[in-house]
Nanobody, 120 residues
């Protein structure tokens, strides 16, 4: 049984930073493409960042240049460093483990999410 648990969310002022972590049990994350999504209240879920098994990364347009996704293989976590945070980054951020065939074939496991609030 695979379980994903996010941590690191909180409240921060605009321009601040947070580091989210997604810890996994039941699966080595190095074997999976992992994604961070953000869902703001009343809006559709948006891609924040993705990292493939080969270590290739990609980012949503709104966060590119400010967020960095990475793996900590020893800890079996996938992390999201969020810098230069904006009010519009406020959302629940969830990590997801994609299908072995790739994310376009769906997500196999979801974490429950962690809330990031950016406000003055």
């Amino acid at each position: 049984h695979v379980q994903l648990v996010e941590s690191g969310g909180g409240s921060v002022q605009p321009g601040g930073s947070l580091r989210l972590s997604c810890a996994a049990s039941g699966r080595r994350l190095t074997r999976s493409t992992m994604v961070w999504y953000g869902r703001a209240s009343g809006k559709e879920r948006e891609l924040a960042a993705v990292i493939t098994t080969a270590g290739n990364v990609n980012y949503g347009i709104s966060v590119k240049g400010r967020f960095t996704i990475s793996r900590n293989n020893a800890a079996n976590t996938v992390n999201l460093q969020m810098n230069s945070l904006k009010v519009e980054d406020t959302a629940v951020y969830s990590c997801a483990l994609c299908s072995p065939f790739g994310c376009k074939y769906g997500v196999n496991y979801w974490g429950k999410g962690t809330l990031v609030t950016v406000s003055v």
